[in-house]
């Protein structure tokens, strides 16, 4: 059974920095594609992130570009979501996700597990 487990929400103020994690158990993940998506109370999840678990290319939504940045720690199963220059509207539950396909897509439906999510607030 997959298990995604996010970690490392919390508030900040706005310039500055967190680290997201997603420990993600249950399968072999080499041929996944990982996501990091975000929802805003009432608005509809979005896409933040996305990286090839075998080869670690990545693609970012235009509005992190430069700023977050995501990664992942094979051996420890992890992926990881890095944000700096953190914004007010960057509020959000953030959610990761998983897809037993080699492909980055930036849509919801395309991934088939979900962690529960993380509360990250930046206060201005």
């Known amino acids: 059974q997959v298990q995604l487990v996010e970690s490392g929400g919390g508030l900040v103020q706005a310039g500055g920095s967190l680290r997201l994690s997603c420990a993600a158990s249950?399968?072999?993940?080499?041929?996944?594609?990982m996501g990091w998506f975000r929802q805003a109370p009432g608005k509809e999840r979005e896409f933040v992130a996305a990286i090839r678990w075998s080869s670690g290319r990545t693609y970012y939504a235009e509005s992190v570009k430069g700023r977050f940045t995501i990664s992942r720690d094979n051996a420890k199963n992890t992926v990881y979501l890095q944000m700096n220059s953190l914004k007010p509207e960057d509020t959000a539950v953030y959610y990761c996700?998983?897809?037993?396909?080699?492909?980055?897509?930036?849509?919801?439906?395309?991934?088939?597990?979900w962690g529960q999510g993380t509360q990250v607030t930046v206060s201005s």
């Open positions: 249950g399968r072999t993940f080499s041929s996944h594609a």
């Open positions: 996700a998983a897809r037993p396909q080699n492909i980055l897509v930036v849509t919801t439906q395309a991934y088939d597990y």
